[in-house]
């Protein structure tokens, strides 16, 4: 906690400290030796395995930082999508590992977010209304389905993203 002090300053690590997932988070980051990066100009986050780091934009707000660290340290430590290759795996497996493993990022960061909304952090109301949608309107295969008609920050739909990935990997 006193490097996320020191790298991210009080405020983050204070509200980071409120939410037992996280924490726990961490220490798995940690122990993996996984980097974690704060940069400007950067609207969301992303992270790379192959590197073992996790970029988060630094421009929003606090909270928003800490959802989309649970959500890409989801990625880096639970997700079991292996790098796409023909010889592994088609194109519609990719398809369908990937649309699992985001489903169930978002669940993890809805689980973080739900933390923070009990620790009595005022949330803004398009993230509380995502946490309401999950938990009375229909769960993780609501957030999967809904997933085929969401765009990602590259502006596609998250199936067109990940064929575009499975294909640009392949040749
Ligand atoms: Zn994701």
Redesign the pocket.
């Known amino acids: 906690m006193l490097r996320i002090r020191r790298q991210f300053g009080q405020r983050f690590a204070y509200r980071l400290s409120k939410s037992p997932t996280l924490l726990s988070d961490l220490k798995l980051l940690r122990k993996r030796h996984v980097k974690i990066r704060r940069v400007r100009h950067l609207w969301g986050a992303y992270s790379v395995s192959t590197t073992k780091t996790i970029y988060i934009g630094a421009d929003g707000a606090v909270t928003d930082q800490l959802l989309h660290l649970a959500?890409e340290a989801y990625?880096i430590l639970f997700g079991e999508t292996p790098e796409p290759s023909p010889r592994r795996m088609s194109r519609r497996q990719y398809l369908r590992m990937m649309l699992d493993e985001?489903a169930d990022?978002q669940v993890h960061e809805l689980s973080v977010l739900k933390e923070f909304m009990q620790a009595g952090y005022h949330l803004p109301a398009h993230r509380r209304d995502d946490y309401r949608r999950y938990r009375f309107g229909g769960g993780r295969a609501a957030l999967r389905k809904a997933l085929l008609a969401t765009e990602t920050y590259s502006d596609e739909l998250y199936p067109a993203f990940y064929r575009r990935q499975y294909d640009e990997s392949c040749n």
Do not use: K, P, R, V
């Open positions: 959500h990625h985001e990022a």
